[in-house]
DNA sequence: TTATAAAGTATTGTCGACAATACTGGAAAG
DNA sequence: CTTTCCAGTATTGTCGACAATACTTTATAA
């Protein structure tokens, strides 16, 4: 009888292996966005052949960080302020429907485990004030468990797979860490609680303004360093 | 200069070409769903090498028409009662956001244009009374281009590329054609009326009304192949 | 000088072969 | 007889090389 860790599989592949590390520079950056991606190039610079390389392109271009055509290659997806738009309006409807079926598929356990987490970012918010980085994985960390909550896999997918790798991405990129953190902070905190007393609608309703909010936020400053 | 369709582009890589026939035989039921898939067998079908078949098969997986896992291959995916819930509680969301979409950003002659499409599909309608084929392509037509309507890259994405495939597989294998033709019908039509009035609070409502309704359909299908 | 065309270069798409991993059947131990 | 372990087989993952396409540069003509 084998013993394994409950939900992460080990990715062996070395195209798994690659593309994180691939995921990670296109989101911080490190490649710059719009730039082209040459296959010869990346495949030497990770010691593999050309092969693992395309399948890690492929999910790549699955999760909209890179944009191929064919016989032409892949250029870093260019980042825009209709591009972020487009973004948020199917994230406030696609975690919206997660808060709904949350709030009635969640294991009161889940929720606990929730709560806690909740309680353990505040004191880290509190300690290290604006350090964008907590901020924004703790961030994410809460939404994905309430996508996870919904118990709905193509949901699960859509979310946590294909769109939140370009979601950070113009986070990091266009800077966004800014005062919105205690606020969003109580959002937080009161979706959970309307997930907790299984109000689905009511938890639909928040998350959606807690977005909006959050887009809000994001059109600020993007018209800030357009001046 | 060279003369090219409008919309649809070439797809001259023999990985695409192999994409749309492994798709059909999918959703056509030809390759049984929850069976294995022998990369080698398939590869000497097509007559194509394995590296183009592997593209195509990632594609597939991309629009959950197969389950890939690392090392021991793929399977096409097992179509489920909770599959078809989880499915459409997804289209209700984002076809809602299509519709609110496209209220605002079809241009006056798309929406014209999709007038006299369902002019076309009512008179076709009432000819072949029942035959599932043009029900089943003319109801995706009408959705396909309210889709389109909204003009966001990334929901169409989402529900013409990744989901829609899926939908069909659901109706012809599970054989969904029915009764519930014409009213479909009156439907498309007080959804596109919705949208010309520049309405699109009302287009989202009775566009997830009408998914509702299409689910609550096959639901009954179902339990009656169930007893 | 600008625009067009052709040759050359580089990149992507595809192939066949090899390596690594997973599945299958049978033998040995309990 | 059941279970566990092991060897054999088949399938997937990866590699390097070739073919087909796109991009670049140079030369030619208007």
Redesign the interface.
Known sequence: MEVLSPIA?????SA?RVLVQIQRAVVEGEIAAGSKISEPELARKFNISR?PL??AL??LE?C?LIERT??AGARVVQLSYQGLI??Y??RE??E??ACR?AAEYMATEEIEQLQSLLDQHLSHQRVREGESYYQEAGDLDFHYRVILGSK????IN?LCD??YYLVRMYRVQMGMNGPRVSRAFDEHKAILTAIGNRDGELADLLMRRHISASRKNIEIKLAQQEK
Do not use: F
Not at 152 to 155: A, G, R
């Open positions: 599989k080990p990715a062996v592949t798994d092969a395309r399948e492929a999910r699955r909209h064919p016989n487009h973004l309006q199917i409807e696609l919206g429907l079926l709905n896999p193509y949901l859509m294909e769109l």
